[in-house]
């Protein structure tokens, strides 16, 4: 009760809670379209490309002010997506390739201007390095809302070019017959998912933001086939995410919010991996296991009635041994035949298993055996 209480009277843990949730809001829910487009790379080139940005606005501004050092970020990110774009349409270099080329690149250009920053005498004060790993508790209410205006911006381009991004995310040549400009599109997809990842670069910091992007889309694409449930779920994964891992890590000293609110992250993804229905890996062990069981007990039905019919009696009664002659069930089809006697297919008299009158009817309807 005091915790929560804590969230609403508290300053600073209001507003980190509040930036940090905003933050997961907007990367999870454009996370989905840079995952489905096998694009989750693009995260990490972006929020390492963005560290040169951020030195060379101090640089050239000497103003440690968020606002212009994330103009800064996002200028060096967006080049970074039009280089990218341009290497991939002009040369023979695969995505892959080109997102890795621009993310060395980039950072490590970011890494020389910042070693340069660091050995003038006001770069103490600079606090550029809090941009490598994040520094959440330096959000203040104007960070707050910058990230909030931008997130109604992202989000407000998003509804209006849903169904252009959809058709792009899915099938890209289809979009193109259709005369859509795709690589507008692409554009203005890739300028939406940076400026995504700029606003976080102060939170979670270069090292840690492509999580933000890619843990939030990877559970929600276990709960859902649709993208407009996948956008929704990715966006709360994210939300809960920063607003969790802020709350976590006000609890402890020396607890960095980015990191604590990356683990928050993947332990949702990781769950959802798990225990996802339909995708999750346990519900689909368990459902392959229950198609295995019901396949041998189908496998059994046929051969009773087989040998049955082969006695001119489709009741005719049979050892399991005989059973067993008939197909390698590897000692399973005991089992097979109890879980048939419980389904009312199989009668036990003895010794010897024969079939109920139910259970011909199944044999001869088999989709009666599911």
């Known amino acids: 009760m005091d915790l929560l209480q804590s969230i609403f009277t508290d300053y600073t843990l209001r507003t980190v809670t509040l930036g940090t949730g905003l933050i997961g809001l907007i990367s999870g829910a454009l996370g989905c379209f840079a995952f489905l487009r096998r694009q989750s790379l693009l995260g990490d080139t972006i929020s390492h490309a963005a560290l040169p940005g951020v030195v060379l606005a101090f640089m050239l501004t000497g103003s440690r002010a968020p606002i212009v050092l994330v103009i800064g970020a ?3 990110g967006w080049l970074a997506t039009v280089l990218i774009i341009n290497i991939v349409r002009h040369t023979r270099i695969k995505e892959d390739s080109a997102l890795g080329l621009s993310l060395s690149t980039f950072f490590g250009i970011g890494i020389v201007l910042l070693t340069i ?3 003038q005498p006001n770069a103490s004060k600079a606090g550029l390095n809090n941009f490598l790993f994040g520094q959440a508790a330096a959000l203040v209410q104007r960070d707050v809302i910058t990230i909030a205006i931008i997130g109604v911006i992202v989000f407000s381009l998003l509804i209006f070019f849903w169904k252009e991004l959809k058709l792009l995310t899915f099938d890209s040549e289809f979009a193109a017959s ?3 400009n795709t690589r507008r599109l692409e554009l203005i997809l890739m300028s939406m998912i940076v400026f995504a990842i700029v606003i976080g670069l102060q939170t979670v910091g270069v090292i840690l933001m492509s999580a933000m992007i890619v843990a939030p889309a ?3 694409r276990q709960w859902t086939d649709k993208l407009e449930l996948m956008v929704i779920i990715a966006a709360l994964f994210g939300a809960l995410s920063g607003m969790a891992g802020a709350v976590v890590s006000s609890l402890g000293t020396g607890l960095s919010t980015g990191p604590v609110i990356v683990l928050v992250m993947t332990a949702i ?3 959802s991996l798990l225990f ?3 995708r999750g890996i346990v519900w689909t062990n368990i459902a392959k296991r229950r198609k295995g069981r019901r396949l041998r007990q189908s496998l059994v039905l046929a051969d009773l ?6 006695h001119g009696d489709p009741y005719h009664q049979h050892t399991i041994e005989a059973l067993e002659a008939m197909r390698p069930f590897d000692g399973s089809a005991i089992y097979a035949l109890n879980a048939l006697v419980e389904r009312g297919f199989v009668t036990k008299v003895g010794k010897k298993w024969g079939l109920t009158e139910a259970g011909i009817a199944a044999v001869n309807t088999p989709g009666d055996q599911a």
């Open 178 to 180: 259709l005369d859509f």
């Open 276 to 278: 996802a229905p339909v």
């Open 117 to 119: 920053v660091n050995r």
């Open 218 to 220: 990877s559970a929600a």
């Open 269 to 271: 993804a990781v769950l």
């Open 74 to 76: 996002a200028i060096t």
């Open 305 to 310: 009635y087989e040998l049955a019919t082969e």
